[in-house]
């Protein structure tokens, strides 16, 4: 599966976003509604998400340095995980703290169609952005479900945007819930419990993102598809007879390391190990082509040194499936 993808979804996404935000906090300014003023801090931290997703986009594009010999593909990662955790939190810790004033202390809605009027609008906009980040991740998840691609993906910017917009839609139904009941018994406390369920929603979304994107910094392996393709691309049965050992790494979204000892003759000479490595190197490369960097090392098999490699690689394969 690509790791590309996601602009369009994330450019699509900020502008909703923007002027959903504005529109958001004219209408509490005339209604006084907690739901409206939790809404558009929600709106404004989205507007950040996407803004940090762009930056971290472009930043993972530097060309690799003397300190930074692998490049900065990772810095993708970083941003999604500021995003998760600084910018989501906020916005649901200030949520779920409005909600609690507005119970508390509650007052009146005034011009109670200002917050409607905003949040009808805010459900067309959000749906747009919304059905844009599900036809792009469509083009890139193959017939993974849902929850898998989530889970799966490499990239982070088009998880991230799902579940944004996502939670952004789930949270303008509970803001017009809030409104509308507390319009129709007339009591302000509704939108206040509107509020909290808000602040909920976004403090749950900003764990799974949380969850997710460490599992990405931490590092791990390429997709059981590819791999299996790296598998079958090394191994020609002639020169390179089998592999004794492997590890694969995602540097970045578009960018594998693949590390691996490999079986050779004990009969070949220096240059035809040479030139089998180097014959390996391409088809691996042609078969799984963000494998851009690949580390190969010649050895003669033996038994023992398979066994302790097969039995590693098996404890790597049973953390991968639980993952």
Known sequence: MSASGGTKAIVAALGANLSIAVAKFVAFAFSGSSSMLAEGVHSVADSGNQALLLLGRKRSERAASEEHPFGYGRERYIYAFLVSIVLFTVGGVFALYEGYEKITHPHDLDHWYWPVGVLVFAIIAETFSFRTAIKES??????????????????????????????????????????????????????????????????????????????????????????????????????????????????????????????????????????????????????????????????????????????????????????
């Open 138 to 323: 469509n083009e890139v998840r193959g017939s993974r479900s849902w929850t898998s691609f989530v889970r799966r993906a490499k990239a982070p910017e088009l998880p991230v945007v799902l579940l944004e917009d996502l939670g952004a839609l789930v949270g303008l139904i509970l803001a017009l819930g809030g409104v509308g009941l507390a319009v129709l018994t007339g009591d302000p406390v509704w939108d206040g419990i509107g509020t909290m369920c808000i602040g909920v929603l976004l403090v749950a979304i900003a764990i799974v993102l949380a969850v997710e994107t460490k599992s990405l910094l931490l590092g791990e392996a390429a997709e059981p598809d590819a791999l299996v393709r790296i598998r079958e691309a090394l191994v020609d049965g002639e020169r390179v007879t089998r592999i004794i050992h492997m590890r694969t790494l995602h540097l970045g979204p578009e960018e594998l390391l693949v590390a691996a000892k490999i079986a050779v003759e004990s009969h070949e000479s220096a240059a035809e190990v040479a030139r089998a490595i180097d014959e390996a190197e391409k088809r691996v490369r042609e078969a799984v082509p963000i494998a851009r960097v690949i580390y190969l090392e010649p050895d003669i098999y033996r038994a023992d040194t398979v066994a302790g490699a097969d039995e590693a690689a098996g404890e790597a394969a049973g953390e991968a499936r639980t993952h």
